[in-house]
């Protein structure tokens, strides 16, 4: 399949008509499926309400039948048309958080294609907040299911070039509106039952959202293997690039005697530092997530971090660990699962 690559400003007007998203809205309408900027990662977009359309993303992207996809609308007359209710904490989190990286998961969902919401009687939604997402969205007139527009465990893509390099030939197009801007999923928020809970961290913290609608739980199992989570997505492996990588627990210096060890062991090793630290190791490549002290710039620079040691030949990678405190929850969960869960303890 030829896909087309459609470059647009990532600064446009939304309310405005531009012929490239004109073009890739038309694709769409036509039950196509198209790549995008969101304000969180690159999505992947098709008719929510046609199941031949969802078919495409799942196919593109060799995503499990059973992990549900987020709808993305522009309006709030859309959300109506696609859940049963909309709980009053639902509604105080859409006029807080929305347009943004919150995703909320609703009761209903029987009037989107069937295979979005993997058979579950919930229908997650989200507003992006990113000029050309919400473009698209209007110029399409369709709620558009849109997961990550990677193939599916590697990371998420941040750049229109990560897309091209997962996805050229499998779909119809992608509209190149420059890099994203959280670089972290959405967060997933549960607001189907009484209490309204963490499926997913993400963008939004925990802090962020208990402002708005008091005590927020978070699901099991996000901190418990054992337990099945609610978010089906949850369970798969992700982010992970080719080489295996290891969590470090510890000191520079005791992450440096790791390495030294199994390169002296032969093996090429690459290290995920910070600014802060780069400059103390030795490795075969050492590549700079962001600053310490700034944990938006870790997550902003993660996914493309992770592409990046790909592109290198290391056998194993080791990185530093970061601070479980807002942003960082999101950012410990994605490298947690890049690792597969391999930490070592200093
Ligand atoms: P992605 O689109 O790849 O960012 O992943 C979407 C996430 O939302 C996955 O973890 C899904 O399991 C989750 N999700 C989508 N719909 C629902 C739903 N109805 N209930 C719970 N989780 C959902
Ligand atoms: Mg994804």
Not at 104 to 117: C, D, E, K, M
Not at 176 to 192: A, F, I, K, Q, R
Not at 229 to 255: F, I, M, N, Q, R
């Amino acid at each position: 399949m030829h896909t087309n690559v459609w470059y647009v400003d990532g600064n446009v007007d939304s309310e405005k008509s531009y012929p490239q998203i004109v073009e890739a809205a038309e694709c769409l309408k036509q039950n196509e499926v198209v790549a995008f900027p969101t304000e969180t990662v690159y999505g992947l977009g098709g008719n929510a309400l046609s199941e031949e359309a969802v078919a495409k993303i799942f196919q593109a992207k060799g995503r499990p039948a059973d992990n549900p996809l987020i709808v993305h609308v522009a309006s709030r007359p859309h959300v109506e048309k696609l859940v049963t209710s909309i709980p009053k904490q639902a509604d105080d989190l859409m006029n807080a958080f929305w347009p943004g990286p919150l995703t909320i998961v609703l009761p209903g969902g029987q009037s989107v294609a069937r295979n979005v919401t993997a058979g579950l009687d919930t229908v997650a939604i989200r507003m992006p907040n990113h000029p050309v997402a919400l473009a698209i969205l209007k110029a399409a007139n369709l709620p558009l299911a849109a997961p990550s527009a990677n193939l599916s465990g590697k990371p998420s893509p941040t750049s229109a070039d990560h897309v091209i390099h997962d996805l050229s030939g499998r779909i119809a197009g992608i509209v190149d509106g420059g890099s994203t801007g959280v670089g972290l999923e959405s967060t997933v928020v549960d607001c189907s039952g009484d209490v309204v809970t963490i499926l997913r961290p993400g963008g939004v913290t925990k802090e962020q959202l208990e402002e708005v609608v008091g005590e927020v739980a978070v699901d099991a199992a996000l901190s418990d293997e054992g337990q099945k989570p609610k978010s089906p997505g949850v369970k798969y492996k992700h982010y992970a690039p080719t080489a295996p990588v290891t969590l470090v627990d510890g000191s520079e210096k005791y992450l440096q005697t790791i390495v030294d060890k199994r390169r002296a062991e032969g093996m090429k090793i690459g290290i995920l530092a910070t600014e802060e630290s780069k400059s103390f190791y030795q490795a075969d490549i050492i590549i700079p997530c962001g600053s310490r002290d700034d944990l938006i710039s870790v997550a902003n620079r993660l996914y493309d971090v992770l592409r990046q040691f790909d592109e290198s030949d290391v056998d194993e990678i080791y990185s530093e660990i970061f601070t479980h405190e807002g942003v960082g929850v999101a950012v410990m969960n994605r490298l947690s699962k890049a690792a597969n869960n391999r930490v070592i303890n200093e």
